[in-house]
């Protein structure tokens, strides 16, 4: 079998499945706890933190554990428009965020926020000069994806965050949760950031929310009042540490995995140009865990299936829309033609993609080339 769906999750790595597992057993107290144990577990929990915070280079940022990206996005973007709705009501995003930032947008609009989409260029970058025209006194919250899980394309975080600092009542949140482990992160100018730990060989259900100032958001999760009252519940001692681990190890393996990320994707860029038809919508800067493909005249879904058929696991365009058999709002916004965006494909490696492995993709793609020639539209 053939994994090329690892912007969608990746395998958890053995290491931090063995951390889960240690402290599942050996600490599955609650750090809530006043008696001996309790306390151990809360030990253990801050040093989770404190590893975090290393690992990333945080001094004085507050670091929320959740069950993932989703989580971590309704929470600062909904903790952060409830905390500054005294003082305006504007909130800037663009239709190349995922979901679970836009789904919270629409949410926030029928509760009477006003929405604005910001330009998107054709290379997929927010347009800078329309953000700033739509910058006044009464926004209160920009969102931005680092690094877009369609087509890979990174946007320009630390000038968005320049831009914003002359509105100091402005929120800015960052869903990071296709950069990590591929490209720095860094939290200058950004007010809160979000990651999934299953997108760099962590676990499903392992999220943080990173905040500049931790009395930035309303709850919106009320109980115990763990995590600072801003995510009740009890605490996923396990998970958390077993996350800290993820963590380190993508950092820590960062420049090597970038490095062969770029030559994996060197090279199918490469072995495509022998197959007239065949467009890649990525541009050349995106990062080189995603390459977007087009068969124009064939659909998505199409490739999909042969693909699957033959043990090549690919996705659409993003498992979360892949099923929703709409025109896709990422490659639209970037002017790509009606025929290429049906026939869209995303690839996406990790470290375990091998040189074999893109040969072998390589052997699949003639068969299915094959099959679909007639359609496809050179
Ligand atoms: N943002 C981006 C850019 C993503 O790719 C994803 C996962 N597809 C999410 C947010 C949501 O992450 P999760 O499904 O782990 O909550």
Excluded: W
């Amino acid at each position: 079998m053939l994994y090329f769906d690892n912007a969608a999750t990746t395998v958890p790595e053995a290491d931090v499945l063995n951390s889960y597992m240690k402290v599942n057993q050996k600490f599955f107290y609650n750090p809530n706890s006043p008696h001996a144990k309790g306390i151990e577990a809360a030990r253990l929990l801050d040093e989770a933190r404190a590893q975090i915070k290393q690992s990333l280079q945080l001094n004085d940022e507050t670091i929320l554990f959740t069950s993932g990206a989703t989580e971590s996005n309704n929470m600062a973007l909904k903790g952060a428009a409830y905390q500054k709705r005294p003082f305006g009501k504007t909130i800037i995003t663009s239709v190349l965020e995922h979901p679970s930032v836009l789904e919270v947008m629409r949410q926030l609009e029928v509760e009477g926020f006003t929405l604005k989409y910001v330009n998107v260029t054709k290379q997929g970058q927010i347009d800078l000069a329309h953000l700033k025209s739509l910058l006044d006194s009464d926004v209160i919250l920009v969102t931005c994806m680092q690094v877009n899980n369609i087509m890979g394309q990174t946007q320009p975080i630390q000038d968005i965050g320049q831009l914003l600092a002359d509105y100091p009542k402005v929120h800015f949140h960052v869903d990071a949760v296709q950069a990590l482990g591929k490209q720095p992160i860094s939290m200058s100018g950004i007010d809160s950031l979000a990651i999934s730990g299953h997108k760099f060989n962590g676990l499903k259900g392992q999220g943080l929310l990173i905040l500049k100032n931790a009395h930035a958001l309303q709850p919106t999760i009320h109980g115990g009042g763990q995590e600072l009252g801003l995510r009740s519940g009890t605490v996923n001692l396990p998970n958390n540490v077993a996350l800290a681990k993820a963590v380190r190890l993508a950092i820590n393996n960062q420049e090597q995995l970038v490095a062969h990320l770029n030559h994996i994707n060197h090279s199918i860029r490469t072995r495509l140009e022998n197959y007239p038809g065949i467009v890649v919508n990525s541009p050349k800067n995106a990062s080189p865990h995603i390459l977007n493909i087009s068969f124009p005249g064939v659909r998505g879904e199409v490739l999909v299936n042969a693909f699957s058929k033959r043990d090549v696991m690919i996705s659409t365009t993003s498992a979360c829309s892949s099923k929703h058999a709409k025109i896709n709002e990422v490659l639209n916004a970037m002017q790509i033609d009606k025929t290429n965006i049906l026939g869209s494909i995303r690839l996406s490696f990790d470290h375990h993609t091998t040189n074999e492995d893109v040969t072998l993709f390589f052997e699949k793609l003639k068969e299915v080339y094959q099959e679909v020639e007639e359609l496809l539209r050179k």
